[in-house]
């Protein structure tokens, strides 16, 4: 029986000792998801690019043909207009495996939302999206 409470408390400290690490780790790559979502809703182009690793990629699907877009461009895209857009977001769940995470947005707009599947890596400058897939789901009314 002592052999078994040692065990399991052994189990219970490395549990305890990981859900620290990774309590961390999620808060980073929320900070990072947070400069995607945040900066794009408020038309904040400096925030928005903190988010990205500028040598990643954007995949997506439309009219059944495969498109790809490097972040660079992607954010490019993106004015710093300050305007305020009307939609909501959500981080839905983040998965962490060492220095590779993904993470699982929502932007819900009016009409629409956008699933979006964000791939991260930890760099030396910290987490960033280097990936990111998407789909536009459009409400049913």
Same mark, same amino acid.
């Not at 998801?33 to 900066?39: D, H, S, T, V």
């Not at 495969?66 to 998965?95: P, W």
């Not at 947005?105 to 964000?118: A, G, R, S």
């Given at each position: 029986?002592?052999?078994?409470?040692l065990?399991?408390?052994?189990v219970?400290?490395?549990?305890?000792?990981?859900?620290?690490?990774?309590?961390?780790?999620?808060?980073?790559?929320?900070?990072?998801?947070?400069?995607?979502?945040?900066?794009?809703?408020?038309?904040?182009?400096?925030? /928005?690019?903190?988010? *990205?690793?500028? %040598?990643?990629?954007m995949?997506?699907?439309?009219?059944?043909?495969?498109?790809? !877009? +490097?972040?660079?461009?992607?954010?490019?895209?993106?004015?710093?207009?300050?305007?305020?857009?009307?939609?909501?977001?959500?981080?839905?769940?983040?998965?962490?495996?060492?220095?590779?995470?993904?993470?699982?947005?929502?932007?819900? /707009?009016?009409?629409? *939302?956008?699933? %979006?599947?964000?791939?991260?890596?930890?760099?030396?400058?910290?987490?960033?999206? !280097? +990936?990111?897939?998407?789909?536009?789901?459009?409400?049913?009314?």
């Amino acid at each position: 029986m002592k052999k078994f409470s040692l065990i399991i408390s052994i189990v219970l400290l490395f549990i305890s000792a990981n859900a620290q690490t990774d309590a961390s780790t999620i808060r980073d790559i929320e900070t990072v998801c947070n400069y995607y979502l945040i900066g794009g809703t408020n038309g904040d182009s400096i925030m /928005y690019s903190k988010a *990205f690793a500028p %040598d990643g990629q954007m995949r997506y699907v439309r009219n059944d043909t495969l498109f790809n !877009v +490097s972040l660079k461009d992607f954010m490019a895209r993106m004015k710093n207009s300050g305007i305020k857009q009307n939609r909501t977001t959500k981080i839905e769940n983040i998965q962490v495996f060492g220095t590779a995470a993904t993470a699982k947005l929502t932007v819900e /707009y009016p009409t629409f *939302f956008y699933h %979006d599947i964000m791939g991260l890596l930890k760099t030396k400058e910290g987490w960033k999206i !280097v +990936s990111k897939i998407f789909y536009r789901e459009d409400k049913t009314k």
